[in-house]
């Protein structure tokens, strides 16, 4: 059951660690993408739930977030306070464009279900922090 095993190893992998699937199952071809989307449909509730506006992703393991709400103009700062005083660490948008585009930051959410409750908790302390 590889689904299981990638399940398992998430739990123990370490920032910027790498899983690599090979599988002679038939069903993983289908089985990791679904796997995927139920973790981003879980971790973008919680996007939600922090009132983050976001592009809905297309099968991409992140989601970039519209900060202009918040009076963002800086992302590269916006990240930095971010993983100061929220404890959520985020990739500025910006190194994603050579336009200037800075209202923009990208979460990721291939982690465990664990990592994913506790990002949700502090995302929801945006809203009184700002």
């Given at each position: 059951?590889?689904?299981?095993?990638?399940?398992?190893?998430?739990?123990?992998?370490?920032?910027?660690?790498?899983?690599?699937?090979?599988?002679?199952?038939?069903g993983s071809k289908k089985?990791?993408?679904?796997?995927?989307?139920?973790?981003?449909?879980?971790?973008?509730?919680?996007?939600?739930?922090?009132?983050?506006?976001?592009?809905?992703?297309?099968?991409?393991?992140?989601?970039?977030?519209?900060?202009?709400?918040?009076g963002v103009t800086d992302?590269?700062?916006?990240?930095?306070?971010?993983?100061?005083?929220?404890?959520?660490?985020?990739?500025?948008?910006?190194?994603?464009?050579?336009?200037?585009?800075?209202?923009?930051?990208?979460?990721?959410?291939?982690?465990?279900?664990?990592?994913?409750?506790?990002?949700?908790?502090?995302?929801?302390?945006?809203?009184?922090?700002?």
């Amino acid at each position: 059951m590889p689904i299981l095993r990638v399940k398992k190893e998430l739990k123990s992998l370490k920032t910027g660690q790498i899983i690599e699937l090979w599988s002679t199952d038939p069903g993983s071809k289908k089985d990791m993408p679904d796997f995927a989307k139920k973790q981003g449909d879980e971790f973008l509730g919680y996007v939600d739930e922090a009132g983050l506006s976001y592009t809905i992703p297309q099968g991409a393991y992140y989601v970039m977030v519209d900060c202009s709400a918040f009076g963002v103009t800086d992302d590269n700062e916006f990240c930095r306070w971010m993983a100061r005083e929220v404890g959520v660490a985020a990739v500025p948008g910006s190194s994603f464009f050579h336009e200037p585009v800075n209202h923009l930051i990208r979460l990721h959410f291939s982690r465990s279900e664990a990592i994913l409750a506790e990002t949700g908790l502090r995302l929801k302390k945006l809203k009184s922090l700002i």
